[in-house]
């Protein structure tokens, strides 16, 4: 879309949703934990499940600290303002003379080149990974699915209906996987960061110790599911949707 808008207009959409998107990622973070405090201590031995209280309280309380946040954040001027201007752009008419080179091509163009170009990137990056490949390879191929997602979603009614459906279920499946090992990965580092910054007694370090090791095995299975994932979304059905909606164009 970057020939679509002004530069300047970019420049601050990025500015402004990045900084509206990160402040809500540790509370979401927070609450993923939380929604899931009964099945992480079904992971332990029930003798050492009470020994995780003393993490559950503490996240409970960073929670209200970031819900606090965000509620301030939403009242605030700058936040009033951002929303105002955005309101106010999106309901400007059409610009006779456009100072965007793209700005007046049909909608479909732009789609079109946005969604081939994401999509050549996942499989692209999809098959350069095996297992000697860092986690990071990983996370950035759940982005880039990420951002192909929100393209076909926001797309898709210039489409086929069935094709768009069935296309978002083929990613869809590869996103699972690649959120689930997001997840996991999140999960440990919440761990770790929280007896780093916090001394717990040898208990719950104990019992922390215990989940962690747990969710890194699982993480490695759900690494080991992502093989057949990715091969399910790179395959000659996914290969001849794409091409239906990017041909009729």
Request: aromatic share 10%; net charge positive; with cysteine.
């Amino acid at each position: 879309m970057r020939k679509v808008f002004p530069h300047r207009i970019l420049q601050k959409a990025k500015h402004d949703y990045g900084r509206l998107g990160k402040a809500t990622n540790e509370l979401r973070d927070i609450d993923v934990y939380l929604l899931e405090a009964d099945y992480f201590r079904s992971l332990l031995p029930e003798r050492m499940r009470p020994a995780l209280s003393p993490f559950f309280e503490k996240l409970s309380k960073s929670r209200s600290i970031e819900q606090k946040k965000i509620a301030r954040m939403l009242r605030s001027k700058e936040y009033q303002r951002t929303i105002r201007f955005w309101r106010k752009y999106f309901a400007l008419p059409p610009a006779e003379r456009p100072e965007a080179a793209g700005a007046k091509e049909p909608i479909a163009v732009p789609a079109g080149k946005a969604i081939a170009k994401r999509y050549r990137r996942v499989i692209k990056d999809g098959r350069a990974i095996d297992d000697r490949s860092p986690d990071e390879w990983l996370h950035q191929l759940r982005i880039d699915c990420k951002k192909l997602r929100y393209l076909l979603e926001f797309f898709q009614s210039l489409y086929d209906p069935q094709v768009m459906q069935e296309l978002i279920r083929h990613l869809k499946g590869l996103q699972d996987n690649l959120g689930q090992f997001n997840d996991l990965y999140v999960q440990q580092q919440k761990l770790q960061a929280y007896v780093e910054e916090n001394s717990p007694p040898s208990h719950t370090v104990l019992a922390i110790g215990y989940l962690t090791g747990i969710l890194g095995e699982k993480q490695k299975s759900v690494r080991q599911r992502f093989y057949r994932a990715f091969a399910q979304f790179d395959d000659a059905e996914t290969a001849e949707l794409f091409s239906k909606i990017l041909d009729e164009k």
